[in-house]
């Protein structure tokens, strides 16, 4: 839609519309109203439940693995040990006040962003969508953050402690703490938090005004003549709601202003173990007040530079550098101009783990259908005892390192996804830290797989090697094809296979994984189940018409976890090519 051309006609567009918005904001306020206390009890009360009645178990354990682990040396172990204990007092008072102000913010916010977005978007009735939109559904998603939790405390904190337990030193020699340095680093620490925090506070402080007036400014110049987020109609309702609430971000601007200031405070004495040298340590704290001011200046687009000094914190400068050198896909990043050969489109970071656990759907299926995936193997990751992480590691391990055959093949710049579309790069990547973590080292993985140039024998030896690795009986027992004839190239094989399970096993601690993989282990089994009732039948009965059976992925829209989802009508064209696929008569 074009934006009204002349001062008198944005104004008036302007005026038509503040009404409308207006009811709609009403709207969702007492949507919130009426949802948060209900939100907030449930938030509350679940992951209070979770954490206090886990408190005990996490508290013994985490001693238990420490002490236990080989990668520490007995002094880090003690220092380590006073850490935890202070860490695991405090615990749960954090967690509780984490689950109220999380509760009551999703319970609040929730309805309302989902009021403007029934009528910002193609939905036929916008009315109905506009009262029914952010009820129900902010209700399901409360409960699935308790799931999340749920996840995180039991899941992801087990497989972290028994990584830390089970692992030996790496090179043979546990890491250890020099004691020397120790009472000098906490003095630095005392110092930078005694300096940085009010002086970093004052500095904000000033700057809080400018942020406020410039924001508004800014905000009510593209209102008025429909420009930057107000040039879309879709964007409208959203932009003015953030007139409204831009002084809340400015205010956690200013709070997360005085949190920083904690963390580079301490980070003085983080700097005086690492250097060795306490006066080191106070000409960080020093600096770091130019490295606050700087950043601060760039943000609100102020002149550069400081106006407190920046003195020299390192004995040397060293550069990221690292035994290999970068791949191609990135050191050269995508160029604009083929960027533009097709469509940008941004992706989300919940899409690429359907995407992930859609390919771990189609593959398993294929598996169960060969025999290699068995009853037990399900059975076992259902029950979380897959000792061997045939399925809970090595399957999306194996669709990983298939997306990566895949990209290599195609020669893509990124990672080319399931759909052999969607394709992953530096551009329209997810923003979120989580995949700066992971998308480089599989991008490096690539590329080296680009190098081999491996051949159809080898792809399927690695494919197997990177599923069965972690039983190492059944890899032995197995028949996972001929591996290569030299020594190195199987070596080779073998780190590949270890550090895509390693960085699998990392990804499999994110909050929304447990959720997405016991889904997919349920319809894995009702494959496997079904499959073992058409032999039965047809062994028993011979042959015979058998009745179209209900699709897997039908089968997984109807799940509970999956309907929260957005973006169902990709599920449901997935849902009916399944269906044609299988709607035969075996005679």
């Known amino acids: 839609m074009e934006p009204p051309r002349g001062f008198l006609a944005s104004l008036w567009n302007f005026i038509c519309f503040l009404p409308y918005f207006i009811g709609l904001l009403i709207l969702?306020?007492?949507?919130?109203?009426?949802?948060?206390?209900?939100?907030?009890?449930?938030?509350?009360?679940?992951?209070?439940?979770?954490?206090?009645?886990?408190?005990?178990?996490?508290?013994?354990?985490?001693?238990?693995?420490?002490?236990?682990?080989?990668?520490?040396?007995?002094?880090?172990?003690?220092?380590?040990?006073?850490?935890?204990?202070?860490?695991?007092?405090?615990?749960?008072?954090?967690g509780f006040a984490s689950s109220v102000v999380g509760g009551a913010a999703y319970g609040f916010l929730a309805p309302v962003f989902a009021t403007f977005q029934a009528v910002g978007g193609k939905k036929t009735n916008a009315f109905f969508h506009s009262i029914y939109d952010g009820t129900w559904d902010t209700v399901k998603g409360s409960l699935t953050i308790v799931r999340d939790v749920r996840d995180?405390?039991?899941?992801?904190?087990?497989?972290?402690?028994d990584d830390l337990r089970l692992q030996g030193p790496p090179g043979g020699k546990y890491y250890e703490i020099r004691l020397f340095y120790i009472p000098l680093a906490l003095i630095a620490v005392a110092l930078g938090l005694l300096v940085d925090i009010p002086t970093i506070i004052v500095v904000a402080a000033c700057k809080f005004p400018y942020m406020l007036f410039k924001g508004w400014r800014r905000l009510f110049h593209d209102c008025i003549g429909r420009e930057g987020p107000f040039l879309e109609t879709i964007c409208v309702p959203f932009a003015g709601l953030a007139i409204l609430l831009w002084p809340l971000a400015v205010v956690g601007a200013f709070i997360g202003s005085?949190?920083?200031?904690?963390?580079?405070?301490?980070?003085?004495?983080?700097?005086?173990?690492?250097?060795?040298?306490?006066?080191?340590?106070?000409?960080?704290?020093?600096?770091?007040?130019?490295?606050?001011?700087?950043?601060?200046?760039?943000?609100?687009?102020?002149?550069?530079?400081?106006?407190?000094?920046?003195?020299?914190?390192r004995k040397k400068t060293t550069s990221r550098t690292s035994s290999f050198s970068k791949p191609d896909s990135v050191r050269n990043p995508p160029s604009r101009a083929n960027s533009m050969n097709g469509?940008?489109?941004?992706?989300?970071?919940?899409?690429?783990?359907?995407?992930?656990?859609?390919?771990?759907?189609?593959?398993?299926?294929?598996?169960?259908?060969?025999?290699?995936?068995?009853?037990?193997?399900?059975?076992?990751?259902?029950?979380?005892?897959?000792?061997?992480?045939?399925?809970?590691?090595?399957?999306?391990?194996?669709?990983?390192?298939?997306?990566?055959?895949?990209?290599?093949?195609?020669?893509?710049t990124g990672l080319l996804l399931y759909d052999d579309v969607t394709e992953v790069t530096s551009v329209n990547r997810p923003r979120?830290?989580?995949?700066?973590?992971?998308?480089?080292?599989?991008?490096?993985?690539?590329?080296?797989?680009?190098?081999?140039?491996?051949?159809?024998?080898?792809?399927?030896?690695?494919?197997?090697?990177?599923?069965?690795?972690?039983?190492?009986?059944?890899?032995?027992?197995?028949?996972?094809?001929?591996?290569?004839?030299?020594?190195?190239?199987?070596?080779e094989f073998e780190a590949l296979a270890r550090r895509l399970r390693g960085i699998t096993k990392s990804i499999s601690r994110y909050p929304t994984w447990r959720r997405r993989f016991e889904s997919s282990i349920k319809i894995m089994m009702e494959e496997l189940a079904k499959k073992n009732g058409d032999s039965r039948t047809s062994e028993g009965s011979g042959p015979r018409n058998i009745p179209r059976s209900k699709s897997m992925f039908a089968r997984m829209l109807s799940d509970k976890s999956f309907r929260i989802r957005n973006g169902k009508s990709g599920y449901d064209q997935e849902a009916q090519l399944v269906d044609t696929d299988r709607d035969v008569e075996i005679q």
């Open 28 to 94: 969702g306020v007492l949507k919130g109203v009426i949802l948060c206390p209900l939100v907030l009890v449930i938030v509350t009360v679940g992951n209070s439940a979770l954490i206090l009645g886990l408190w005990p178990v996490h508290f013994f354990y985490t001693f238990y693995c420490l002490w236990s682990t080989k990668q520490l040396g007995p002094a880090l172990k003690l220092v380590l040990s006073i850490c935890v204990l202070v860490i695991s007092l405090f615990w749960p008072f954090v």
């Open 152 to 161: 995180v405390l039991y899941h992801s904190y087990f497989s972290i402690m």
């Open 258 to 313: 005085m949190l920083a200031s904690i963390l580079l405070g301490a980070y003085a004495g983080v700097v005086v173990y690492q250097e060795c040298s306490l006066w080191l340590g106070l000409c960080y704290i020093v600096a770091s007040l130019s490295i606050y001011d700087e950043y601060s200046n760039d943000v609100l687009d102020m002149p550069e530079g400081s106006c407190f000094p920046r003195p020299q914190y």
């Open 343 to 412: 469509p940008m489109v941004e992706l989300k970071p919940l899409e690429l783990l359907d995407g992930l656990f859609k390919a771990c759907q189609h593959h398993g299926e294929i598996m169960v259908s060969k025999g290699i995936i068995t009853q037990k193997d399900i059975e076992d990751a259902k029950s979380n005892k897959d000792g061997g992480q045939v399925i809970s590691i090595g399957l999306p391990a194996y669709c990983i390192l298939q997306t990566l055959i895949r990209s290599a093949k195609a020669n893509s």
């Open 432 to 491: 979120d830290a989580f995949y700066e973590w992971f998308l480089n080292p599989l991008l490096i993985i690539k590329d080296q797989i680009k190098a081999e140039n491996l051949s159809e024998s080898d792809e399927e030896y690695l494919g197997k090697l990177v599923l069965l690795s972690g039983d190492p009986e059944r890899l032995r027992n197995s028949n996972i094809g001929s591996p290569p004839e030299s020594e190195l190239r199987r070596a």
